[in-house]
């Protein structure tokens, strides 16, 4: 789609959370005016609904008789996207549990197209927009490479594991709008979930097993602190909980990889301590598995780098690229053989970059319908 800075729509947007819901409109890909926080009320569907309505027209209010095109924001699921239908196990919704046709209600309520979509696939799609994509290949241009990417997976870590897939610039929902990966197998524990190795608590768990204290009460931010030598604590323990994060998380990167081949974006605030988190992840996608016969090979069938180390990406960029003559002729073309991917945090964070998607997502789905 076209770039999104130049785009004057107005498109409303709900971070939602099971405690506070944040209202805004954007246009550009950029905030008009100041969000508006209200209680999100999510144990009573009737209060919860009509707190949405109110937040949404308090910023129509508020943007002084422009109107917006759309609404577009990220709810948890399980749902049916497509259709703006929420419903299922929702911890911090449990009034959505029996299912609500959200985005139907919505529509009703404003007479404009209502869009909803998974955090994760958000987060992808915008890192695809506006963040590790197009700065990458912004940066092997300048260096000189002929390397493009348009594939993307998009990790989030925090309370749970999250993914979103972009595949030549397209958000990939699914045919179930179920693209997920909590659900993968831990690799020390194939009978448990990859998430309870990668979440919040698995790092708090992780600490309490290595440094001999399961009743810590250490948050990821303090273990953080211990790790940088910035508050007391076991050091040791605190920097093998992330390397182990890391370790787990990689082997289901590794897994989700090799079949979309491209670059992966990690997002959330536990990646401050990637310095600790992004060693584990390599190890994992640099490991060695073997045939029966023990012939062995890459986890990975690309060559995988870290793009935040600069040295790394000096080599990521320039491959092995070199040229070969066209049989029969004196005619040369370049040619690199190196399959390689990158891994990095994200620059401008999860929750700009979920905004960016929401944005971007329903101005694409606009354009499809003119």
Request: proline residues 5%; contains cysteine.
């Amino acid at each position: 789609m076209a770039n999104i800075k130049y785009d004057s729509r107005i498109v409303l947007t709900l971070d939602a959370g099971g405690t506070n819901m944040v209202f805004a409109a954007m246009r550009g890909g950029e905030y008009i005016g100041e969000p508006i926080t209200q209680p999100a009320q999510a144990q009573d569907l009737e209060l919860c609904l009509g707190g949405m309505v109110k937040g949404f027209q308090r910023v129509i209010d508020e943007l002084g008789g422009e109107k917006p095109v759309a609404i577009s924001f990220a709810f948890p699921g399980p749902a049916d996207y497509p259709n703006g239908i929420i419903g299922g196990f929702l911890p911090n919704f449990p009034s959505f549990r029996d299912g609500v046709a959200l985005g139907p209600f919505l529509e009703k309520k404003f007479g404009i197209p209502v869009f909803i979509n998974n955090d994760g696939d958000l987060y992808a799609y915008g890192e695809s927009i506006g963040g590790a994509l197009p700065e990458v290949n912004a940066k092997l241009a300048a260096m000189g490479s002929a390397k493009r990417y348009h594939n993307l997976l998009g990790y989030t870590f925090g309370t749970g594991f999250g993914l979103g897939t972009v595949i030549d610039g397209k958000l990939n929902r699914g045919d179930n709008s179920c693209v997920e990966t909590f659900c993968l197998k831990h690799p020390d524990w194939p009978d448990i979930m990859v998430e309870d190795g990668v979440a919040v608590r698995a790092v708090k768990r992780v600490y309490g097993e290595l440094s001999g204290n399961m009743n810590h009460g250490l948050e990821p931010k303090d273990i953080g602190a211990i790790s940088n030598g910035e508050a007391p604590g076991d050091r040791e323990a605190a920097i093998g909980a992330f390397e182990k994060m890391g370790e787990v998380a990689g082997d289901a990167m590794a897994t989700a990889v090799t079949i979309i081949d491209g670059l992966i974006v990690i997002g959330g605030g536990i990646m401050n301590n990637h310095k600790y988190i992004m060693p584990g992840i390599l190890k994992s996608m640099r490991g060695k598995m073997h045939q029966l016969t023990g012939e062995e090979l890459n986890r990975v069938q690309m060559k995988v780098y870290n793009l935040d180390d600069e040295a790394e990406f000096a080599e990521f960029a320039k491959g092995e690229a070199r040229k070969i003559k066209v049989f029969g002729s004196e005619d040369e073309v370049v040619y690199d053989p190196q399959k390689r991917i990158g891994v990095m945090r994200s620059k401008i964070g999860a929750s700009k970059a979920i905004c960016i998607g929401a944005y971007a997502f329903a101005l694409s789905e606009l354009d499809k319908r003119e």
